[in-house]
């Protein structure tokens, strides 16, 4: 019979219940949670819109937070390959599924999953923006059985950190996928902090990932380019740094799996400790904490990342003040 998330809580009391006695039946009392952890068995299922170093990282992060806690769980995972359409067929097989509990990693995939499975709690990452994807009805309280933790970035750092890298930056290009939210999301925060950095923003927009080397090119005359976490762009990332070196533009991304694909530096966010924090956040969820009383949490962990030979290619050199901080690509 399949289990919900309240049947879930309901074993857990019953469970502590039974240690509770016996430990009382042989005089001892026990006060470490960790090993009812050990004890415990879930089936969880994963929906990943698409396979790119930062998801790729979220999902290694949310699955090793499991490992750490000692929790037996038997994986089934599924790729989107980057169609919605995909994951929506995905989050339709999981609700025919004997599962605990879905982490959906990406917005489009965590879209997918939280309008067909209602019964049981659905955990997202790498969501930008939960309130404006309609996952939850506020960040604070949730509301239903979805929750998670979310990407956003600390975009005015970002472009900050372009500046420090092309100081006579005046243009900056953006290319997102017009399908996105959380891209949208991005870009709209981007021309807000631009107006502070004496900075404008030129974008393109695209459908398919055939498209990114022209609509990079269509931005034309633009001093830099930033790479949101759009994921998309992320996972074509070399149609975008093809274009750039050739043009001698510098790329600054969003988070790290771009930097690795070629961009010079990012201020960015470390995806599997995001992915560990949304793991930790599903293990009390299935301890029988209520996901819409869950707030959605936030990434904590930024870092520098550079790649000194991209920065080569596109013309760029790293200021030492940011090489010292920073963790280095090698290529």
Not at 60 to 67: I, Q
Not at 107 to 116: D, H, I, M, V, Y
Request: charged share 20%; glycine share 6%; with cysteine.
């Amino acid at each position: 019979m399949r289990k919900t998330f309240m049947r879930a809580a309901a074993l857990v009391a019953v469970t502590a219940a039974a240690v509770a006695t016996a430990a009382c039946a042989n005089g001892t009392s026990e006060t470490n949670g960790a090993s009812d952890t050990a004890a415990d068995s879930y089936k969880i299922g994963i929906n990943q819109l698409v396979q790119h170093p930062a998801l790729d990282a979220a999902n290694a992060g949310f699955k090793r937070a499991f490992d750490d806690a000692g929790v037996d769980v038997d994986w089934t995972e599924q790729n989107a390959n980057g169609e919605q359409g995909t994951a929506l067929t995905i989050a339709q097989s999981f609700a025919n599924s004997d599962l605990d509990l879905v982490y959906a990693i990406a917005t489009p995939a965590a879209q997918a999953t939280a309008q067909t499975i209602t019964d049981i709690p659905v955990l997202f990452s790498a969501v930008t923006d939960p309130e404006a994807a309609e996952l939850v009805k506020s960040n604070s309280a949730p509301g239903n059985n979805v929750t998670g933790t979310s990407d956003l970035a600390e975009i005015k750092d970002q472009l900050a950190l372009l500046k420090q890298i092309v100081p006579d930056a005046k243009k900056v290009g953006i290319v997102y996928a017009n399908g996105e939210v959380n891209s949208q999301v991005q870009v709209d925060a981007a021309k807000k902090a631009a107006a502070d950095l004496d900075l404008e923003i030129v974008t393109q927009t695209v459908a398919v990932a055939s498209d990114l080397q022209q609509a990079t090119d269509a931005l034309g005359d633009v001093d830099a380019i930033y790479v949101p976490t759009d994921n998309l762009v992320v996972s074509g990332i070399a149609a975008v740094v093809n274009v750039a070196e050739q043009k001698k533009i510098p790329v600054i991304g969003a988070e790290a799996g771009t930097v690795e694909g070629g961009a010079v530096a990012t201020l960015g966010i470390d995806y599997d400790a995001l992915g560990y924090q949304t793991g930790q956040m599903a293990l009390k969820i299935l301890k029988g904490q209520d996901p819409a009383k869950t707030p959605v949490e936030f990434a904590n962990e930024y870092t520098y990342v550079v790649n000194e030979a991209a920065a080569a290619r596109q013309g760029v050199t790293i200021p030492a003040e940011i090489l010292d901080k920073a963790e280095k690509i090698s290529e």
